[in-house]
């Protein structure tokens, strides 16, 4: 298993279109082979700053999903018109 830390700086009043494309990729993860869980915190102290951690069976799984169509139109998505800056992301349990 690994888990996945997702870190994102989201554009000032672009809070809650970041959490509603949220929601619908979790859609699309649930049904993904080898995904076992995601959730999406919120930085108390900086409103626009989130976490995703994301737990899956093997790295082949998630980098099925990060290889997915699906996901690079909202990661394009995003780039343009939600996140100030690139995403970290780091990965744990390989």
């Known amino acids: ?9 989201v554009r000032e009043g ?10 619908q990729v979790m859609t699309l993860m649930a049904a993904m082979s080898g995904h076992l869980e995601t959730r999406l915190y919120r930085d108390v102290f900086r ?3 989130y976490l995703i951690v994301s737990e899956w069976e093997s790295r ?3 980098d099925a999903f990060i290889a997915s169509e699906a ?14 800056g ?3 992301h ?5």
């Open 60 to 62: 082949p799984s998630f």
């Open 1 to 9: 298993m690994i888990t996945v830390g997702m870190n994102y700086e």
């Open 47 to 49: 409103p626009n700053a």
């Open 14 to 23: 672009k809070s809650e279109p970041f959490e509603k494309k949220f929601a």
């Open 71 to 84: 996901f690079t139109k909202t990661t394009d998505w995003g780039k343009e018109h939600i996140l100030t």
């Open 90 to 94: 780091q990965i744990f349990g390989e």
């Open 86 to 88: 690139r995403p970290k």
